[in-house]
């Protein structure tokens, strides 16, 4: 039975979610590591795996977060201004959780010059400026998608 682009399902599966939390969770794994290595060897820094397993933890734990927003905002591809709409506040919401997860988990390991006043005014930067980033993006994904002479002529 073969099924052309059309009739392909649009929104993630349960299986495609669990990967890609694994997959995501074996990045931060590596990224935590590779940044404790550095620092501890090459620049002196005290950290230790305490400190590197709490980073890990935080980052780790947006991954199941970003895979319900991903799926949220893939649900409604085939409607363009709710695709937009859920699109944007996806990608704003992951940038936000996963700055806040960096941010905490760098203060913990003594790494942070950012002080905890200053995230209120970078998250509403994120807002202001990335939103409207996001929507046009995704109008653009979904008008690229729904168009296929475009997408031959590019």
């Not at 990224?31 to 060897?41: D, K, M, R, T």
């Not at 949220?72 to 201004?81: G, I, M, T």
């Not at 202001?128 to 996001?134: K, T």
Request: proline share 5%.
């Amino acid at each position: 039975m073969n099924r052309s682009a059309e009739d392909k399902p649009i929104a993630m599966t349960f299986r495609q979610a669990l990967l890609f939390v694994m997959y995501y969770a074996i990045g931060q794994a590596i990224i935590v590591v590779l940044v404790g290595l550095v620092l501890s060897h090459l620049a002196g820094a005290g950290i230790t795996w305490k400190g590197l397993l709490l980073a890990f933890a935080l980052l780790a734990s947006c991954g199941p977060v970003f895979a319900v927003l991903i799926y949220w905002s893939r649900a409604s591809r085939s409607r363009l201004w709710p695709f937009m709409i859920r699109s944007g506040l996806s990608m704003c919401t992951m940038a936000i959780l996963y700055v806040s997860a960096v941010t905490l988990g760098s203060r913990r390991l003594g790494l942070s010059f950012i002080s905890p006043a200053a995230l209120p005014g970078y998250f509403a930067a994120v807002i202001v400026f990335g939103l409207p980033i996001s929507l046009l993006t995704a109008y653009f994904v979904w008008r690229w998608r729904i168009d296929p002479e475009r997408r031959q002529s590019s």
